[in-house]
């Protein structure tokens, strides 16, 4: 496999994102030259109530929804609080600078952009043991700390070109 | 806290809602008890059951219930501690558990409804950032979202972008209620910054908030001091090394 240049962007609002707010940037940011993946983190939603006398209703929290992001629909698992790219090291000014563009258009609060690295670079045991479990087939470098350890990347990796 | 001060009531829910709300029972149902009114009951004398006057709820027997506020540490009117402080200094027979995001409440039901709509009646409460939460309460830390709501996991209360008002869709533990339960406009977020008990400032590094310099110090110097023993234990410590003649 040809190895490339990058690093990650991180995009952390002052506040958390609506879904559409999160479709409009998501949409808007995969316009720009040389984006790889991005990672859509934030505070997880449950699909039912975990706890207490209403054990096992459904939530149908109205933030967990589907996007659409440049036609494929993506169903968000998360209460958008940070977005983090990972972008082609020779994009990199070009990238943050329209970024911040694109986030004053959108957002009527304040937000940060940071350059580094903010998800994991090697595989980790419990990824190995994921694959010697059969709990995933395969193992796909790019997919490097883009998914969580007790997660199956089929479940929250979605493929958009 | 000082309970002579009468707090500003903001809005008004019924009776009947507030009940829904709370999910203990259903509306115009009776209250369960747990023991025959104390009139009825048979006691061997004793001196304390005469000098003290029980609530109305202990006087029928009824159940112990409870109502669990979550407060937003983006200024929300009142917070753990100062919830306990003022439950204790403002109302009789009552319970009351501090823990870092939440604080309940717990007293007989028949006290409790009316103690319930005090607290959402008046300034203690703001629909933005105070949650009631019987479970699933974690948020009071979050960022708050678009419209000012803070992070709820069950989503109980929605916001109404047209009408600007906040409604309760679930009871206190995630129940869907039948209708929902209007508890009026969040509160404006420069009055809730006056009013807020919260001791916080933004977006100041550490190192450069005397304040908080100052506090840590005394903390860390007070700790050190009296873990070594300096001044606490010294004549004690000089008896017991044969030191102190």
């Known amino acids: 496999m040809e190895q490339i240049k990058a690093t990650d962007v991180r995009i952390f609002p002052h506040r958390r994102l609506k879904p559409e707010t999160t479709e409009k940037i998501l949409n808007a940011l995969l316009d720009l030259e040389g984006v790889l993946r991005f990672l859509v983190n934030g505070e997880s939603l449950p699909k039912t109530v975990g706890y207490g006398p209403a054990r096992g209703t459904s939530v149908d929290h109205p933030d967990r929804k589907i996007i659409t992001v440049k036609g494929k629909e993506v169903e968000l698992l998360v209460s958008v609080g940070e977005i983090i790219v990972t972008i082609r090291l020779e994009n990199l000014e070009e990238f943050v600078e329209k970024t911040k563009a694109i986030l004053e258009e959108t957002l009527d609060f304040g937000f940060d952009v940071q350059v580094g690295i903010f998800t994991r670079q090697q595989a980790t045991v419990s990824d190995n043991l994921k694959v010697a479990y059969g709990i995933e087939e395969d193992f796909d470098p790019r997919l490097i700390g883009l998914v969580d350890p007790k997660d199956n990347s089929n479940e929250t990796v979605k493929l958009i070109r | 806290m000082d309970p002579e001060f ?18 203990h029972r259903n509306p115009g149902e009776s209250y369960k008890s747990v023991h025959p009114p104390l009139d009825e009951m048979d006691f061997d004398e004793d001196m304390m059951k005469e000098l003290v006057e029980p609530i109305p709820g202990a006087k029928e027997g009824g159940r112990t219930r409870y109502i669990q506020f979550t407060d937003s540490v983006y200024n929300a009117p009142a917070h753990p501690y100062d919830r306990a402080r003022t439950y204790m200094s403002r109302f009789r027979g009552v319970d009351t558990g501090t823990l870092s995001g939440r604080q309940v409440i717990e007293i007989r ?25 019987g479970a699933t309460v974690h948020g009071h830390s979050l960022r708050l979202d678009e ?6 996991a069950l989503q109980r209360y929605v916001y109404n972008e047209e009408t600007g008002r906040v409604s309760y869709v679930k009871d206190q533990v995630g129940r869907p209620l039948d209708t929902p339960v209007d508890v009026g406009e969040p509160l404006d977020e420069d009055h809730l910054k006056e009013i807020t008990t919260i001791y916080r400032s933004d977006n100041v590094s550490m190192r450069e908030d005397k304040e908080a ?11 050190t001091d009296g873990g070594f023993g300096l001044d606490v234990f010294k004549d004690d410590l000089k008896a017991k090394l044969g030191d102190d003649k």
């Open chain 2, 147 to 152: 419209n000012g709501l803070m992070f709820d």
């Open chain 2, 213 to 223: 310099l100052e506090a840590v110090l005394t903390i860390h110097q007070t700790r």
């Open chain 2, 109 to 133: 039901e028949l006290d409790l409804e009316k103690i319930s709509k005090e607290l959402l009646e008046t300034e203690f409460f703001d629909p933005a950032k105070c949650g009631l939460r």
């Open chain 2, 6 to 23: 009468e707090m500003k009531k903001i809005r008004s829910i019924n009776d009947e809602d507030i009940v829904r709300v709370l999910g």
